[in-house]
């Protein structure tokens, strides 16, 4: 079964993690369906899902159960400050309308020295494509309100005292060639230099 969406590269960016993240309380927003906070639930990571779609939430509850999931908004987390050792983000960042705010929130949750594990589009790759599918120039404001570059990216995160690292994580899969153009489906962006996510550790500074 094709797996949907960047999971399989989103799996293989915390994999080198997963010793970690079993030794801590985790909080993924944006969740979705499920799909990723199941699989760590699975795996035996302490993890609570939001999103603030109910259909979603309902959806996740049905397939992994109910005590894991939550509906909130990632702009106005609902729990106490210093609650999580790591926080989780995929294919999320672009859909919030303030960034700062987004992640003045999550530095109030996150423990000292927690970490945010994200991945968002690139900028300048996610507007040509979206430009291309959409076949409008203008359709992708309606749905991607912060799309962001690296530069920028990590210029928000200074802001709000974090430190930095993007990490590159192979996203050349089966979902993601099935959603190029024809003429592009057998080439690798990645190996012409072109990133078109952005992934990023996070780690709240003292």
């Not at 993890?47 to 309902?58: A, L």
């Amino acid at each position: 079964m094709l797996e949907r969406g960047n999971f399989k590269s989103n799996k293989k960016f915390l994999e080198p993690f997963l010793d970690e993240l079993r030794k801590s309380r985790v909080l993924e927003i944006g969740c979705g369906n499920g799909s990723m906070t199941g699989y760590l639930k699975s795996l035996g990571v302490d993890i609570i899902g939001i999103d603030m779609n109910e259909e979603y939430i309902n959806n996740a509850k049905k397939r992994f159960g109910g005590e894991s999931f939550r509906l909130m908004r990632g702009e106005a987390l609902e729990f106490e400050d210093n609650r999580f050792d790591v926080v989780l983000s995929f294919d999320l960042l672009e859909h919030i309308p303030d960034v700062i705010e987004h992640l003045g929130e999550v530095k109030r949750v996150l423990r000292e020295e927690g970490k945010y594990f994200l991945q968002t589009p690139n900028r300048y790759t996610s507007i040509p494509f979206s430009i291309y599918k959409d076949r409008s120039f203008t359709k992708w404001k309606e749905y991607h309100l912060s799309l962001q570059t690296k530069r920028s990216l990590g210029k928000k995160f200074k802001k709000v005292d974090f430190d930095v690292e993007f990490v590159k994580v192979d996203i050349y899969t089966e979902y993601f060639r099935n959603k190029l153009p024809k003429i592009l489906k057998w080439i690798d962006p990645q190996k012409l230099g072109v990133v078109t996510n952005l992934y990023v550790i996070a780690e709240k500074e003292d």
